[in-house]
Antibody, heavy 118, light 110 residues
Framework: QVQLVESGGGLVKPGGSLRVSCAASGFTFSDYYMSWIRQAPGKGLEYISY????????YYADSVKGRFTISRDNAKNSLYLQMNSLRAEDTAVYYC???????????WGQGTTVTVSS | QSALTQPASVSGSPGQSITISCTGT?????????VSWYQQHPGKAPKLMIYDVTNRPSGVSNRFSGSKSGNTASLTISGLQAEDEADYYC??????????FGTGTKVTVL
């Protein structure tokens, strides 16, 4: 079945870096846009980035632009989010989603938790 | 891009119908037929319930329906069941961001 599994979350100090990953299965990964959405503790959903099927088109929300980098490896059916210069306000559950632009995400992973704290 | 406005909470008794509103602008909800609704149970990932304003993905109960009028979209849950108790978020394609989510609504089954 169609499945997305995130990994790589953890505890990191302010100013530090972390890379989270998303492994896709059950569909032709290279045919789809992919996105990252995050949810801070007790808060709503925030759309932060997408990447086109080929990787040629990328979008970042202003809140992460210049600090986060989205990438993908279609040969490995994997999506990545490199997070640098992390701040306390980046603490959240990070979800990857298959993106049916302009319809939004139709399949979501279970999420991986990133905590930024000293 | 400001979040779409949803009521913080909506409640109903089993078997009743409830409606959740999602208000945006002509740059998002009012400008496109790309409104989605997500259900999120505590500690779980969001699940797509409605896409393109009115369409249900395969496997989603027909008790869930969507509509839109002007800058406001709505999700109606009919025949409310205990398992419907969750948080619900709307989302819309926008002219800028490319998506914006709603503020979220907690549905309580009394």
């Amino acid at each position: 079945q169609v499945q997305l599994v995130e990994s790589g979350g953890g505890l990191v100090k302010p100013g530090g870096s972390l890379r989270v990953s998303c492994a896709a299965s059950g569909f032709t990964f290279s045919d789809y846009y992919m996105s990252w959405i995050r949810q801070a503790p007790g808060k709503g959903l925030e759309y932060i980035s997408y990447i086109s099927s080929s990787g040629s088109t990328i979008y970042y929300a202003d809140s992460v632009k210049g600090r986060f980098t989205i990438s993908r490896d279609n040969a490995k059916n994997s999506l990545y989010l490199q997070m640098n210069s992390l701040r306390a306000e980046d603490t959240a559950v990070y979800y990857c989603a298959r993106d049916q632009l302009p319809r939004g995400g139709d399949v979501w992973g279970q999420g991986t938790t990133v905590t930024v704290s000293s | 891009q400001s979040a779409l406005t949803q009521p913080a909470s909506v409640s109903g008794s089993p078997g009743q119908s409830i409606t959740i509103s999602c208000t945006g602008t002509s740059s998002d909800v009012g400008g496109y037929e790309y409104v989605s609704w997500y259900q999120q149970h505590p500690g779980k990932a969001p699940k797509l319930m409605i896409y393109d304003v009115t369409n249900r993905p395969s496997g989603v109960s027909n008790r869930f329906s969507g509509s839109k009028s002007g800058n406001t979209a709505s999700l109606t849950i009919s025949g409310l069941q205990a398992e419907d108790e969750a948080d619900y978020y709307c989302s819309s394609y926008t002219s800028t961001s490319p998506y914006v989510f709603g503020t979220g609504t907690k549905v309580t089954v009394l």
